[in-house]
């Protein structure tokens, strides 16, 4: 088992900047990979960035140049850290993680609202 909690999200204006953080309690050292989704009001909920536990990144179109997801081992923490924010962004943030056995865990999300 693993337990997920999200910190860092709040109010911003655009073009401002915010550092999310999800820290992984529990069964962490069998994690491989870790993302974060966001899901806006009335929208599907959709992949913004990933990390393998190698250290290989990746992200969706809409955030790549904007933001940085990292990762570190040691403290078992994932970061996004999120940079030239517009209101498209705002959204609850989840991390999710998925173990080398193929079982996934998700956080309760963190909201970002960016204004206008």
């Known amino acids: 088992q693993v337990t997920l909690v999200e910190s860092g999200g709040g109010l911003v204006q655009a073009g401002g900047s915010l550092r999310l953080s999800c820290a992984a309690s529990?069964?962490?050292?069998?994690?491989?990979?870790m993302d974060w989704y966001r899901q806006a009001p009335g929208k599907q909920r959709e992949l913004v960035a990933t990390v393998t536990n190698g250290g290989g990144t990746d992200y969706a179109d809409s955030v790549k140049g904007r933001f940085t997801i990292s990762r570190d081992n040691a403290k078992n923490t994932v970061y996004l850290q999120m940079n030239m924010l517009s209101p498209e962004d705002t959204a609850i943030y989840y991390c999710k993680c998925t173990r080398y056995y193929g079982d996934v865990y998700w956080g309760r999300g963190t909201q970002v609202t960016v204004s206008s």
């Open positions: 529990g069964s962490r050292s069998s994690i491989n990979s």
